[in-house]
């Protein structure tokens, strides 16, 4: 009997908005997908038509996440490897074993492997991040909408020029990680700048 393989990937540990998002994927195989690869190095478009081929053609996929707060209360290693987790019990099939992107293991009932530079060389890690990216990048386009002037449609809520400019004019939003520094020093300053007020 063939073993059921999960590949787990999280997307979105260095940006200073938004979740983390984790998926789990247990590839077919007898359905093998062309092109899986990191989702860093496809283009939007190359992702999106290998998302849709994952969710056709797997025999299970599954997201999981952990907010921005829960991100400031545990931090983003603790809060990336809970959202694998969740991940991984939010498959509709069990798997006999998780290969993991990355150094550490979530803690998960199944058998557990992290593999550095997983998703580069195993099938259905890259295929994990594949979708984890197009899930957080299509949620960070919608947040765009809610939170206009940051620029989430484009940046998806990494550190750029842009971003951090927008930072230093809107203030921060309630998916801002309040623990990352650039974050962390617009409320320094806006703080200080009350209390002088007060003066």
């Given amino acids: 009997m063939r073993l059921l393989i999960a590949g787990v990937d999280e997307v ?20 093998p997908i062309a ?10 478009k190359q992702r999106d038509f290998l998302a849709q081929k994952i969710h056709q053609q797997a025999l299970a996929t599954a997201f999981g996440r952990a907010e921005a ?20 019990e939010n498959l509709p099939i069990s ?30 890690i890259s295929a994990a991040s594949i979708i984890a990216k197009v899930a957080r990048d299509q949620e960070m386009q919608i947040i765009d909408n809610t ?5 989430f449609k484009s940046h998806k809520g990494y550190p750029t020029k842009v971003h951090c400019q927008a930072l230093k004019i809107l203030g921060i939003t309630p998916i801002h990680r309040k623990t990352f520094a650039p974050v962390r020093k617009i409320l320094l300053t806006t703080f200080l700048a009350g209390e002088v007020g007060h003066l």
């Fill in 12 to 31: 979105g540990r260095g940006c200073l908005a938004g979740p983390v998002v984790a998926a789990a994927v247990i590839l077919d195989v007898n359905k």
């Fill in 35 to 44: 092109g899986l690869a990191d989702s860093k190095t496809l283009t939007e």
């Fill in 69 to 88: 707060d829960e991100i400031d209360v545990i931090n983003i290693l603790q809060a990336s490897l809970l959202a694998m987790q969740r991940a991984v």
């Fill in 95 to 124: 798997p006999d074993k998780a290969l993991v992107d990355g150094k550490y293991c979530p803690k998960l009932t199944c058998a557990v492997e992290a593999i550095i530079k997983g998703d580069q060389t195993v099938a259905a």
């Fill in 147 to 151: 939170y206009p002037g940051y620029g």
